[in-house]
């Protein structure tokens, strides 16, 4: 039994867990408040791309009479093919079964069906060596043609790292949404639901808290949400996270609170620390951020008159409970560059809290969470690097940070080079003439290998890797 379960709703990623819920882990376990997170994500992913699974779905396509396009078609028609290899290709992006990349590579052991029409010059990404990859770029066609088919026949709604996202996208309306989650399940919602339920039965907490970064997460969130309100109505929901954070700072319909009891803004960690004090307790209702219903309104609560933590007081993030052995490596194009994004399990950490810049006229520089800058000392840092390599046995680093600061990448990379450290490590930067070509060989020989940056535009941001 624990207090909280800390759950990431379907989908985000499939080659490494998103981060926040190891991080609110490692400061809840600074302040004694157990609790148990779950990639709700990768694990409904596994499940369906299983044989098992897959036979029923071909068979309720061909119930439904959904099998229509002739590529759907001539997947169908490939079906035995297809789901043979399936449970082996699974396995092998995720780093075991390394063997099985030569048979992927020859020409007749995967079916292919529309994905492989655009299938780039294989030696020119991947060279005469890179055997490994040019395999996981062929099973990663492969499960994409299979996505492909579920969203044809079984759920248009369907994606590999984001879930119903047009509903999350228009989500302040909220009307949608609720709508939507007035239908019954969809396949793919049963699945989360068997999952969901397992694990409430094992873990018995008292709050259960969803994060949600992105759009693509919102509607599993209140479909699970939806789900512990109908079989656990004393067990209480909160919602938290990026898309929370941009897109509900506002929210004054009530029918969000039928589904959650508690939507907090910003930092997680103090709001979450009082929240759980008030389930303990209910006359403790002293709030950070947080909005609930009161007396049928939707009211916002800031009573808390203790500051936010600071950075060293948040402890190291916590992968424990997390199936580290079982995220899916997938290289979508064939273009070395972008599999940094995909390819490979990174340990996630940020060097500083908000963005040492603050000037992009496009950014709402005002949100705490950009303005609040405030560095962790490279010392703490390669201190939480040490504590995940033992933790998790990666030594590889993604530092999520918007724009990460020059000079902190400096006293990092001099830091690791004084630990003697060998760890692999790339961030997120914006261009400026800080990074001169000695700092660049700095990082380098402290085992940076790319940075990335995000450019945007009036239209959309896009992200640019360089290594
Ligand atoms: S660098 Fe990124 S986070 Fe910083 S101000 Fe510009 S857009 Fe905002």
């Keep these: 039994m624990k207090d909280l379960l800390l759950i990431t709703p379907p989908f985000t990623q499939l080659n490494t867990p998103y981060p926040a819920t190891a991080y609110l882990k490692g400061f809840l376990n600074t302040k004694n408040i157990s609790s148990f997170q779950m990639d709700l994500g990768i694990e409904v992913i596994l499940e369906l791309f299983s044989k098992k699974t897959f036979e029923t779905l071909f068979n309720i396509a061909k119930e439904r009479d959904a099998v229509v396009s002739e590529n759907a078609q001539r997947i169908y028609n490939l079906k035995d093919d297809y789901l043979t290899p399936l449970d082996a290709v699974v396995s092998f992006l995720q780093g075991k079964n390394q063997t099985l990349a030569r048979q992927i590579c020859t020409s007749n052991f995967l079916p292919r069906a529309s994905r492989f029409n655009q299938l780039d010059d294989m030696d020119w990404a991947f060279g005469e060596m890179g055997m490994q990859d040019k395999a996981k770029h062929l099973a990663t066609l492969y499960l994409e043609d299979l996505s492909d088919f579920i969203i044809e026949c079984i759920d248009p709604n369907f994606g590999f790292s984001r879930y119903a996202e047009r509903l999350g996208q228009s989500a302040n309306a909220f009307h949608e949404l609720h709508e939507q989650l007035q239908n019954e399940p969809t396949f793919i919602d049963a699945i989360t639901l068997r999952i969901l339920e397992r694990c409430l039965k094992q873990v018995q907490p008292k709050l259960v808290c969803f994060s949600v970064p992105f759009p693509g997460n919102l509607y599993a969130a209140f479909r699970c949400a939806q789900y512990i309100k109908a079989h656990y109505p004393d067990l209480k929901t909160a919602m938290g996270g990026g898309f929370p954070n941009t897109e509900l700072r506002s929210v004054t319909d009530q029918r969000v609170f039928e589904y959650f009891d508690f939507i ?39 009573n808390a008159t203790l500051p936010d933590y600071k950075q060293q007081q948040v402890g190291t993030p916590d992968y424990n409970d997390l199936l580290l052995d079982r995220y899916i490596s997938v290289i979508e194009i064939a273009n070395p560059m972008h599999s940094l994004w995909s390819d490979g399990r990174w340990n996630k950490l940020t060097m500083a809290h908000g963005c040492y810049w603050g000037k992009c006229t496009f950014c709402d520089i005002s949100l705490d969470y950009i303005k609040i800058y405030e560095p962790i000392a490279a010392a ?5 690097m040490e504590q995940l390599m033992a933790q998790t046995g990666e030594r590889g680093f993604h530092f999520v940070d918007e724009a990460a600061p020059p000079a902190l990448m400096k006293a990092l990379a001099l830091e690791i080079l004084k630990r003697k450290l060998t760890v692999t490590w790339w961030t997120n930067i914006r261009f400026e003439k800080n990074f001169t070509k000695d700092l660049c060989h700095l990082l380098k020989a402290s085992g940076c290998i790319a940075v990335s940056r995000r450019i945007r535009s009036g239209l959309r941001p896009f992200i640019k890797t360089y290594r």
Excluded: C, M, W
Excluded at 272 to 286: D, G, V, W, Y
């Design 264 to 302: 907090t803004l910003d930092d997680g960690e103090l709001p979450i620390e009082l929240l759980n004090a008030h389930i303990q307790n209910p006359t403790s209702k002293t709030f950070k951020r947080t909005f609930l219903l009161e007396n049928d309104v939707v009211t916002y609560k800031n």
């Design 380 to 384: 703490l840092l390669v201190d939480r």
